[in-house]
């Protein structure tokens, strides 16, 4: 049988996300037959893999699944939580399979948040080389310039790095609020509120209405769906990756 990478039998097995993987193996946290690993060493499915001590168990066949939520505010995006916070992973409960959430909202943020226990889905996804737009609905404070569309819309300078260019819409003006949709294609860490906080704006909400081609629609918040199928092909080719 051909062997894979280490991080991806990791990913597939649904731990984490073959980032986080390639992370631990740097760490050396990740054993194979009780020797540690490097990155670019593989392994069969009749190999011990253990993490921490831990031993991975590894299917042969993987039932993966794919899930949209439409998270509410409160929430965090985490698997567990040590400050006793309300975790999405709360709002899963009646889901069989062990799946994780593939990138995170802030805890005041909501809106769509996609899990799966497809690594390699995930990471594509995630990849900062994909460039898989993500559209969010958000409320800010007091009124917005013409000079802040355009600067949102070329890009912001965040931790010394400009963000990618962002698509950014006026959806309805009322005195001391505006609604705008911005869409981005790249995920780093509050992006959309630490971008509109530097143009001098309060953002009062903010929701996320779709990743790639797939959209939340009238999913009520704190519910689940799983993906179509036509959902899934349309991601994979927004990845490159249509079959």
């Known amino acids: 049988m051909e062997k894979i990478r280490i991080q991806k039998m990791i990913a597939d097995s649904g731990y984490c996300s073959r ?22 060493d ?37 698997v567990s939580d040590d400050l006793d916070r309300r975790c999405v992973m709360d709002l899963l409960e009646d889901v069989e399979e062990r799946v994780y959430p593939v990138g995170r909202l802030d805890r005041n943020s909501e809106g769509l948040l996609l899990f799966t226990n497809d690594g390699e889905f995930a990471n594509n996804i995630m990849h900062p ?17 013409d000079e802040q569309l355009v600067r949102l819309s070329e890009g912001i300078e965040i931790d010394g790095k400009m963000t990618l260019p962002a698509t950014v819409v006026v959806k ?18 509050r992006q959309i509120r630490r971008m509109c906080e530097a143009v001098g704006l309060e953002v009062a909400r903010l929701r996320r209405i779709s990743i790639g081609p797939v959209k939340l629609g009238v999913l009520k918040p704190g519910t689940w769906r799983e993906l179509t199928a036509e959902e899934l092909r349309a991601l994979r080719t927004a990845m490159g990756k249509g079959k």
Request: include cysteine; aromatic fraction near 6%; charge should be positive.
């Open 172 to 189: 309805t003006k009322e005195p001391g609020r505006v609604v705008l949709l911005m869409t981005i294609k790249e995920g780093r860490n």
């Open 19 to 40: 980032r986080k993987a390639e992370a631990m193996i740097e760490q050396g946290r990740v054993k194979l037959n009780g020797h540690p690993v490097k990155l670019g």
């Open 129 to 145: 080389s994909r460039h898989i737009s993500k559209t969010y609905r958000v409320t800010v404070r007091p009124d917005i310039t």
């Open 42 to 78: 593989k392994c069969g499915f009749k190999d011990l893999i253990t993490i921490d001590g831990e031993r991975l168990y590894m299917p042969r066949k993987k039932n993966f699944v794919y899930i949209m939520l439409n998270k509410p505010r409160g929430y965090v995006t985490t």
